[in-house]
């Protein structure tokens, strides 16, 4: 099974910025996509980036210009660069992990802008 650690969410002023890391461990084998979700109070867990094993992005919408996710095959790790912070980025960030044959989340990590 894969394994995966999140860490930097917090708690930061509109505006401000957050790197959100991901690691993934465990019976890796070959990663196909990486990426993050996040689900805000009463609502539906959404994309907010991914990247494939070729580097190709997608982005909701909503962060796009704002939002940078970057992947580092050698370590099995997957940032969030979150910038322009607004308070309806307000959510529990997952990340995620596709391999051959298993689809990987985390426990979550909570980001919080306040105005």
């Known amino acids: 099974q894969v394994q995966l650690v999140e860490s930097g969410g917090g708690l930061v002023q509109a505006g401000g910025s957050l790197r959100l890391s991901c690691a993934a461990s465990?019976?890796?084998?070959?990663?196909?996509?990486m990426g993050w979700y996040r689900q805000a109070p009463g609502k539906q867990r959404e994309l907010v980036a991914r990247?494939?094993?070729?580097?190709?992005?997608n982005y909701a919408d909503s962060v796009k210009g704002r939002f940078t996710i970057s992947r580092d095959n050698a370590k099995n790790t997957v940032d969030l660069q979150m910038n322009s912070l607004k308070l309806e980025d307000t959510a529990v960030y997952y990340c995620n992990v596709a391999t051959v044959g298993e689809n990987a989340w985390g426990k979550g990590t909570l980001v919080t802008v306040s105005s």
């Open positions: 990247v494939t094993s070729g580097d190709d992005t």
């Open positions: 465990g019976s890796i084998g070959s990663i196909k996509i």
